[in-house]
């Protein structure tokens, strides 16, 4: 029997995958949560065989938790459950050595193929995200520049992004010059269009 714990924050969607891996004869859910947090905790008191965790959830992200367990060296084997195809995100849960990153939109019986065939030692990743990995170029920007450029996508003014990060208009100046040269654009707009395109942000 495979023992399985599910994270996801959206608690209708929690249920819903509980009841749908229940119906497997060999497959036992043995805990659910909605916060990264507590999840971790009651990872590490239930220890699954399988712990299947949502990105963005309150107290910790799903990536926290994986690096988490890791640490700890626990003998359990880790899906990171995302609505996210972001290659920054899949390339974070490769570096915390994960064993599978599937896409909410999947079909609902490859969750349940991807269990059994990470039981049997292998690894499963969406096709999509190991397709957008190998074409992504790498990204040329530093967390600040990238944390400054996504908020550019709803602070238009230079102003708004200082009083936003507690920074001087004229350092925020700096930034946006870097960025724009980093980046070969010519206006803050086209900056953010490369960067959502090439999955920096």
Known sequence: ???????E?????????AMLLDLEDDFSVVGTETDGQAALDKVITLKPDVAILDIE??????????????????????IILTTFAR???????????????????????????????????????????VTSVLNTVDNPLTDREQEI?????????????????FLSEGTI???????????????????VNLAEKRNWI
Do not use: H, W
């Open 57 to 78: 959830m309150p107290g910790l992200s799903g990536l926290e938790i994986a690096k988490q367990l890791r640490l700890m060296k626990l003998d359990i084997k880790i």
């Open 9 to 17: 924050d959206q608690q209708m969607l929690n249920s819903a995958l």
């Open 1 to 7: 029997m495979v023992s399985i714990f599910l994270a």
């Open 87 to 129: 290659s920054k995100y899949f390339k974070d849960a490769l570096a915390a050595r994960v064993n599978g990153y599937l896409l909410k939109d999947s079909p609902s019986d490859s969750l349940v193929n991807a269990i059994k065939t990470i039981m049997n030692g292998d690894t499963v990743f969406d096709p999509k995200l």
């Open 173 to 191: 100046r700096n930034y946006i010059s870097s960025i724009l040269s980093k980046t070969g654009t010519r206006s803050r707009l086209e900056a």
């Open 149 to 165: 450029l996504a908020a550019l996508k709803t602070c238009a003014s230079t102003k708004e992004l200082a009083q936003k990060f």
